[in-house]
């Protein structure tokens, strides 16, 4: 298994573009997520799904927009780039409700400029 | 759910335990510990997680006080591979909620392992 793979690695933007970020797993998990993390700082929950069809709001989704057609892919995008949107993206998946171990993506760094 | 408190940084020799410490006062009898770490750029990486009792994997052990009220993981023999940010979470089991996990990560814990 690849497990939580992210594309791309870096990006950067300019203010007002638009773009995706790229999420699939291969372990068929059913909760998926999307974080943000600013230069030392925690992570922050941004969106998440927990099946095919069904996506939710976290602390912090102005500015974002998401989709889950399948299982296996949770994009991410960036309707409108600001400069306050310069940070890293991971995207996370769990099994089920059994536990929170969540499988990290490696993160996308996102620059605003 | 419940606000953990972790010192910001820590130092360790290599080879020697590490033991990280987490405060958890207001915990309530559902929720569990959950410890994360994040190695510089990478994605946080799951460790161990545990309800009372303490518990033991390939990676570490958590020892949670008979009040729960504040837990340490010991990661036995540190290497420098093991520098990294330390996150401990507490967080009720989706199982009682119904909901997503939300998990929320704070700052953590700095650990710089050294020669």
């Known amino acids: 298994n690849a497990g939580v793979t992210q594309t791309p690695k870096f990006r950067i933007l300019k203010i007002g573009q638009s773009m995706t970020l790229q999420c699939t797993q291969d372990?068929?998990?059913?909760?998926m997520y999307w974080y943000r993390q600013d230069p030392g700082m925690g992570l922050k929950l941004i969106y998440y799904s927990v099946g095919a069809g069904i996506t939710d709001k976290g602390e912090v989704p102005n500015g974002y927009n998401v989709s889950r057609s399948t299982t296996e892919d949770f994009p991410l995008r960036l309707e409108l780039a600001a400069p306050s949107q310069t940070s890293v993206y991971f995207c996370?998946?769990?099994?089920?409700?059994?536990?929170?171990?969540?499988?990290f993506g490696s993160g996308t760094q996102l620059s605003v400029l | 759910d419940a606000k953990t408190t972790q010192p910001p940084s820590m130092d360790c020799a290599e080879g020697r335990a590490a033991n990280l410490p987490c405060n958890h006062s207001?915990?309530?009898?559902?929720?569990?510990v959950y410890w994360y770490r994040q190695i510089h750029s990478q994605g946080p990486q799951y460790i161990i997680h545990?309800?009372?009792n303490n518990e033991t994997n390939e990676m570490a052990s958590l020892i949670i006080t008979e009040d729960r009220k504040s837990s340490t993981l010991i990661l036995p023999h540190a290497t420098l591979r093991d520098t990294a940010v330390y996150y401990c979470i507490v967080r009720v089991s989706p199982l009682n909620t119904g909901t997503a996990s939300k998990l929320t990560f704070g700052t953590g814990t700095r650990l710089q392992v050294m020669l």
């Open positions: 207001t915990i309530s009898g559902n929720e569990y």
């Open positions: 996370a998946s769990r099994p089920g409700q059994t536990n929170e171990k969540l499988f």
């Open positions: 372990m068929n998990h059913n909760y």
């Open positions: 545990g309800l009372k």
